[in-house]
């Protein structure tokens, strides 16, 4: 992910609207993560209809409040705005905390052929090799919400051990994301293990004679 953007000046979305534009800044950015590249413009009605829930998602997933820890998840909007004026009205529905191309920069048009983006909005979610992780996750994000992050983590392979959602604190103590998994895992495997050792309990009392008394 970091090559496809080396040698581009990312923008935060931030008062200052600070920019990324070294080589450090940027991999320190993007390195070991996943990247949502979010092509939409403000003249789309569409568009406004999901920046809500987009702005929500994310949020959720990288706020102080509802996690411990961020996520490994970062949100580049793609702009195909037709001023820059209009470019500027609906970075203020998006997130603080996400990226974005300068209206002058000409990778915003490259991008959006690279990905044949046809229709808005649309969320290109990539793995931090830069391989397509899916080509359009805005119907995911709307049905699923911020729980389609653990889809996505998985399918990227991504470990972060420390990322964790505020609501999954037991008595103060941190868990990760695959403890849910090892719960229903282990519980699984004790009631085999309970079912496996009466059957063997049965089959031992078969073979007795029917007991002490038998």
């Given at each position: 992910?970091?090559?496809?953007?080396?040698?581009k000046?990312?923008?935060?979305?931030?008062?200052d609207?600070?920019?990324?534009d070294?080589?450090?800044?940027?991999i320190?950015?993007?390195?070991?993560r996943?990247?949502?590249?979010?092509f939409?413009?403000?003249?789309c009605?569409?568009c406004?209809?999901?920046?809500?829930?987009l702005?929500?998602?994310?949020?959720?997933?990288?706020?102080?409040?509802y996690?411990?820890?961020?996520?490994?998840l970062?949100?580049?909007?793609?702009?195909?705005?037709?001023?820059e004026e209009?470019?500027?009205k609906?970075?203020?529905e998006l997130?603080?905390r996400?990226?974005?191309?300068?209206y002058?920069?000409p990778?915003?048009?490259?991008?959006?052929?690279?990905?044949?983006?046809?229709?808005?909005?649309?969320?290109?979610?990539?793995?931090?090799?830069?391989?397509?992780l899916?080509l359009?996750?805005v119907?995911?994000?709307?049905?699923?919400?911020?729980?389609?992050?653990?889809?996505?983590?998985?399918g990227?392979?991504?470990?972060?051990?420390n990322?964790?959602?505020?609501?999954?604190f037991?008595?103060?103590?941190?868990?990760s994301?695959?403890?849910?998994?090892r719960?229903?895992?282990?519980k699984?495997?004790?009631?085999k293990?309970?079912?496996?050792?009466?059957?063997?309990?049965?089959?031992?009392?078969?073979?007795?004679?029917?007991g002490?008394?038998?």
């Amino acid at each position: 992910m970091v090559d496809l953007f080396l040698g581009k000046v990312l923008v935060k979305n931030n008062k200052d609207k600070d920019e990324l534009d070294t080589e450090r800044e940027i991999i320190l950015r993007l390195q070991n993560r996943i990247l949502m590249l979010f092509f939409g413009s403000g003249e789309c009605e569409k568009c406004q209809d999901f920046a809500p829930t987009l702005k929500d998602f994310y949020k959720k997933l990288t706020d102080e409040f509802y996690v411990e820890r961020s996520a490994q998840l970062v949100l580049l909007y793609i702009s195909l705005d037709s001023s820059e004026e209009q470019l500027e009205k609906f970075l203020k529905e998006l997130p603080k905390r996400c990226l974005f191309l300068a209206y002058e920069d000409p990778y915003r048009k490259e991008l959006s052929e690279m990905f044949e983006v046809q229709d808005l909005p649309r969320v290109v979610v990539l793995r931090p090799d830069c391989s397509v992780l899916l080509l359009d996750a805005v119907s995911e994000i709307c049905t699923l919400g911020s729980d389609c992050y653990r889809n996505w983590q998985e399918g990227a392979e991504l470990i972060d051990r420390n990322f964790m959602m505020n609501e999954e604190f037991d008595e103060g103590k941190m868990r990760s994301l695959t403890d849910p998994i090892r719960r229903v895992k282990y519980k699984v495997e004790d009631k085999k293990k309970k079912k496996k050792k009466k059957d063997e309990d049965g089959e031992e009392d078969g073979n007795d004679g029917g007991g002490p008394w038998g």
